[in-house]
């Protein structure tokens, strides 16, 4: 009588005969039991279903905020960076000029689902590109598919600000950022720091839960060990993190003249 020992570096591809997850069960796991989800992913990627949940929960949240978007906080916010970088600036220029973007902030807010799309595809493009150049397996399909149900808790904090912003009654943009007060960078002021309120911003709660749920996916799906993986997603974000600040540090300068 013989025991089959399963092998422990077997590939999740390889495992045909486990039952697949289906998309509710998907969703619900990559929230809350990320290791079993993300391999049964990438077993079987799908990409259909969370995609069109994503661009409704796009819309959704847009048409919650859009009514209620506090677009004078916007303009003054456009017309104190203009007169920072210009103080010869007309009154009649400025207020053109607010025009134009607020009329481009409405017209964003309604497209910006579907650059979603766009930004989705350009993330599973390089984490996929990154983990090929690491020695990690893996196709497009499988990193799309992981990217999407990675993105839920970001995709949860769109929710909850529309929720936050509706229960207030108004939406200030320039505000977003330190709504939800997941962040640390609600304790400093934007105007005064903008290059520290840049950096904490991004070491929001739902942020740091989405790269962990990158890490396991990309992990499933690249049979490199999750130290690996989380070295290759943590090291992108960082190059994110410095491009961020680095644009915060740069208008900041303008600002000052």
Do not use: C, H
């Not at 009649?92 to 025009?99: G, I, N, P």
């Amino acid at each position: 009588m013989t025991t089959e020992i399963s092998d422990p570096t077997e590939s999740p591809t390889a495992r045909q005969d486990v039952p697949t997850k289906n998309f509710f069960q998907r969703l619900a796991g990559a929230l809350f039991a990320p290791a079993e989800t993300f391999e049964d992913i990438a077993r079987k990627p799908d990409i259909v279903a969370p995609l069109i949940l994503l661009i409704a929960i796009g819309y959704l949240t847009t048409f919650l905020v859009m009514p209620i978007m506090d677009w004078d906080a916007m303009a003054n916010a456009q017309i104190e960076q203009m007169r920072a970088k210009n103080p010869n600036i007309t009154e009649a220029d400025a207020e053109r000029m607010v025009k134009m973007g607020m009329g481009m902030g409405k017209v964003m807010g309604w497209v910006g689902p579907f650059f979603a799309v766009i930004w989705w595809l350009i993330v599973a493009g390089v984490l996929l590109i990154a983990f090929r150049l690491f020695g990690g397996e893996g196709n497009f399909a499988q990193a799309l598919s992981a990217t999407l149900y990675a993105w839920l808790p970001l995709t949860l904090f769109s929710i909850v600000m529309a929720i936050v912003a509706r229960a207030r009654g108004s939406f200030d943009p320039t505000q977003a950022a330190t709504m939800v007060k997941s962040n640390p960078a609600f304790l400093v002021d934007l105007k005064e720091q903008p290059v520290l309120f840049s950096l904490l911003s991004s070491f929001d709660l739902f942020t740091i839960w989405t790269i962990i749920l990158l890490i396991f996916g990309f992990a499933a799906l690249s049979r490199l060990s999750k130290g690996k993986s989380a070295a290759v997603v943590i090291s992108l974000w960082i190059v994110m993190l410095v491009i961020k600040v680095g644009f915060a540090t740069l208008g900041a300068a303008m600002q000052k003249g």
